[in-house]
């Protein structure tokens, strides 16, 4: 996977992408309230985190953790469309930086793989998530 | 090999092993969780040696300024000596020299350390009275340019700490000073960039202090700063800084008043005044302080105008309990 996170940019990319993404995220009426009331600069690390998860970099996240980190949102009313919207904006954020669609393609479908843990939803059997 | 010193324990490190891994190894119990230099949490201090840049890589310049590094990635070449984030608690004992009003709710307090303290102007520090009642406070004065540090305490109904250095403190009283703490200060490297400084009440004090202190390390970039306050009794400072906008061409000063109107101020929300004069923020550091949920509104606005979530530094003026 680390030619995806290398050919982004790595490090560097995750750095230019995470406040593009975290305004287009304040920004849109859909998911902005999961948000509310949360200390900015904590969940800045977390969409960074989030982000170098996604380009195929360096982390421990497993399913568990995507699920456990997500549960109290899923209370909430978390669902498919509000994390399509955040699937959203991190096409978005790519194309402003000017990433080739191949990556780009690759980066949502890291994503896509999370939606499952993500919402709380059970998987089957032959398809466990591992982040 | 290099060691590592923490709390008093010489740890060697194995080939190959990180911060992180030989202090847990030694049976240290570090906050941390991604161990990939992403999350933070095994953020700690070299209070002495050299750090590896790779293990500073995305703190802020401010907490690189101070030593901070993150554990999990530091493999350091020489002896280090690390300490934890929150466990500041060196103790300083501290006279009171002068007390004097800056208009009727804010105490100009300055005190002398007996050792002296090495500071960032803009840093808090906790002021701890002999009955163990504690309190933050940030620095307004620059170890430069002044004699003492200097403080400017509101006068809080029912307050203890406030009540107690406005109505009873006299000078030579003492009382032990925990810190510096804090990331709200200025760092050379930059003189052209930008700078909002916005703040209410005492909120005044940090910003006066990073403004002088960047102007005198020759910043050149413009330098905004807003002061906001309800009524324009609450406004303190008008001269000293009128003088300091006529002394330095960058260096500007707004007042604003939300409740009256009046001459020499702008009646209005400061954060939405200061945010029509500058409606974007791309490439601005911005400093904030005061009251809490302003300080929250207004970094995520700025945020949102453009500035980067590394230059914002939020420092918000939480109450304690009495």
């Known amino acids: 996977m680390s030619g995806l996170y290398d050919g982004i940019g790595g490090e560097a990319a995750v750095n230019a992408a995470v406040d593009i993404f975290y305004r287009h995220v304040l920004l849109d009426d859909r998911i902005a309230h999961f948000f509310e009331g ?14 170098t998860m996604a380009f195929g970099g360096p982390h421990n996240y497993t399913g568990l953790d995507m699920r456990k980190g997500h549960a109290h949102l899923v209370k909430q009313g978390l669902n498919d469309s509000h994390f399509d919207a955040v ?5 978005t954020t790519l194309t402003e930086l000017n990433v080739d669609q ?3 393609d690759q980066v949502i479908a890291i994503a896509e793989s999370t939606r499952e843990d993500v919402l709380g939803r059970s998987s089957a059997p032959d398809e466990a998530a591992h982040v | 090999m290099a060691t590592v010193e923490f709390e008093a324990q010489h740890c060697e490190l194995a080939d190959g092993e990180s911060v992180l891994e030989c202090l847990e190894r030694a049976g240290h119990s570090i906050p941390n969780s991604c161990r990939s230099g992403v999350c933070h949490s095994c953020l700690m201090r070299a209070t002495s040696g050299d750090v590896p840049p790779a293990a500073q890589k995305g703190l802020k310049e401010t ?12 493999y350091p070449d020489t002896d280090l000596n690390a300490a934890r984030v929150d466990g500041d608690s060196m ?3 501290a006279r009171l020299l002068s007390k004097e009003s800056l208009n009727e709710r804010v105490l100009r307090v300055v005190l002398d350390a007996q050792d002296s303290m090495a500071y960032f102007p803009g840093q808090f520090v906790n002021f701890a009275r002999a009955d163990g009642l504690v309190r933050s406070f940030s620095l307004a004065s620059v170890p430069q340019l002044d004699e003492g540090l200097e403080f400017h305490v509101a006068l809080v109904p029912g307050g203890k700490m406030s009540g107690w250095l406005h109505h009873e403190a006299v000078p030579g009283d003492e009382l032990d000073l925990m810190g510096p703490l804090g990331n709200c200060f200025y760092v050379a490297g930059n003189p052209e960039q930008p700078l909002l400084l916005l703040g209410t ?3 005044l004090a940090p910003l006066y202090a990073i403004a002088r202190d960047a102007l005198h390390q020759g910043h050149t970039g413009p330098i905004h700063l807003f002061h906001g306050a309800l009524v324009a009794a609450d406004r303190y400072l008008v001269a000293t800084l009128s003088r300091l906008s006529e002394a330095h061409a960058n260096f500007n000063y707004h007042s604003c008043v939300r409740d009256e109107a009046g001459p020499t101020w702008v009646q209005a929300d400061v954060d939405i005044h200061a945010l029509n004069l500058v409606p974007s923020l791309k490439g601005w550091k911005v400093y904030l302080c005061g009251n809490p949920a302003l300080v929250r509104q207004v970094q995520r606005k700025a945020f949102l105008a453009g500035a980067s979530m590394q230059d914002i530094y939020a420092d918000a003026f939480l109450p304690a309990g009495g």
């Open chain 2, 201 to 203: 009440g005492t909120g």
């Open chain 2, 63 to 74: 907490q690189r300024a101070q030593g901070y590094f993150l554990s999990c990635c530091c």
């Open chain 2, 91 to 93: 103790r300083i004992r």
């Open chain 1, 102 to 104: 191949a990556y780009i």
């Open chain 1, 87 to 91: 699937v959203e904006h991190l096409s």
């Open chain 1, 38 to 51: 949360v200390d900015m600069e904590r969940q800045a690390q977390k969409q960074k985190a989030f982000l």
